[in-house]
């Protein structure tokens, strides 16, 4: 039997390639005649880069950036091949990088991965991947531009500051005189627009610490920033994610949107086992109606059943109670129900080895 595994991270507990050994661990322990074929998945968040790198091979370097507060995180590593970069926004933008009470979109930037960005390009980069997710902003890309080299100005042309709450007072945004030669591809797994009901204040910015009025705030912020664009980039789906950042690059570079694990399937050369695999496995911590937009399970699935191949899916908590619309046979948690979440986070690994064994032993014995 060809089994292809090709599951996401189990968030707080096991990376794409723990629960790539798993799984593969749990079969052979039933079959060890079965041939399995590994393929680690990430959509456009946490572990994307590695999991491209993985794939493509590239060269890790080290620049020294800032956290969304301006202060100094260190070295912070990127990915780079054949002049594309890869860098995850949350490596210096990130919500992680902040305790709880640091948290305040009004307030952050991402200036800190625009020096990434910048760095990259002294390296010699053409093209930036950039994976979002978990960001802490909620600035319309202003950190980026501003290490860059834009600049912002107020009515009474003072420099003003990138941040959340600072896109109010902008009036003029003056370009670099050499603007860089960059293009973006972003890997975005959300479809908001930027502003209103469904932009990025309202859906995402109270996940980062802003208040009710704090979120009325940033999204005037991001209506008028918009205005200031030379181009109509306010309703265009996936400009909302990460506080924006797609928006503020369209203005003024050549920007891509795919989504993330889109990317990393053409990478991965998982099509061509898929053309032949008896069964697909793949999975994440956590199943349920945000599943079928854009994440790793859900376009695993899709792809499978292009090639009518049965996929089953295992998770840590499911919310869901029919796997068909994900286009999954089965869905397992790994976990019993009874369980304390600690205690299945820090038994994560054992639990979907064994949890592969019993189906797989349940799928092949007569």
Do not use: W
């Amino acid at each position: 039997m060809k089994v292809v595994i090709a599951p996401d991270k189990f968030k707080g507990s096991l990376t794409s390639f723990e629960a790539c050994s798993a799984i593969a661990s749990g079969i052979k322990t039933i079959d060890p005649t079965a041939e399995t074929f590994e393929f680690p998945m990430a959509d456009g968040g946490d572990g994307f880069a590695a999991v491209m790198k993985h794939y493509l091979h590239t060269t890790t370097l080290l620049c020294p950036t800032e956290d969304p507060l301006g202060k100094p995180l260190g070295d912070i590593s990127f990915e780079l091949k054949d002049g594309t970069a890869i860098i995850e926004l949350a490596s210096a933008s990130g919500l992680v990088l902040l305790e709880e009470k640091e948290r305040d979109p009004l307030k952050t930037s991402t200036y800190g991965t625009g020096l990434m960005i910048q760095a990259a390009i002294h390296a010699g980069a053409k093209e930036i991947m950039l994976g979002l997710g978990g960001s802490a902003t909620n600035d319309a890309g202003t950190g980026i531009l501003a290490a860059l080299g834009f600049q912002f100005k107020d009515e009474a042309g003072q420099p003003v500051r990138a941040s959340g709450g600072n896109l109010l007072h902008i009036h003029s945004i003056i370009p670099p005189k050499a603007l860089p030669d960059i293009k973006f591809t972003i890997a975005c797994d959300v479809q908001n627009v930027l502003y209103g009901e469904e932009g990025a204040a309202y859906v995402y910015a109270p996940q980062k610490g802003a208040t009710p009025e704090g979120v009325a705030l940033l999204d005037q912020g991001l209506r008028q920033f918009a205005g200031l664009l030379k181009k109509d980039v306010a309703s265009i789906s996936g400009t909302g994610a990460a506080g924006g950042i797609a928006a503020g690059l369209m203005g003024f570079f050549d920007v891509r949107l795919e989504k993330g694990v889109q990317l990393v399937i053409d990478s991965s050369g998982i099509m061509d086992k898929l053309q032949h695999a008896d069964m697909v496995i793949t999975g994440e911590g956590k199943i349920d109606r945000q599943t079928e937009y854009g994440k790793v399970v859900s376009e695993i699935a899709l792809a499978a059943a292009r090639h009518h191949v049965p996929v089953m899916a295992f998770c840590g908590v499911s919310e869901v109670d029919d796997g068909a619309p994900l286009h999954l046979n089965a869905i397992r948690a790994i976990a019993p129900q009874d369980m304390p979440r600690k205690e299945a986070l820090a038994k994560a690994k054992v639990l979907l080895k064994s949890s592969a064994a019993d189906y797989f032993n349940g799928r092949i014995t007569p």
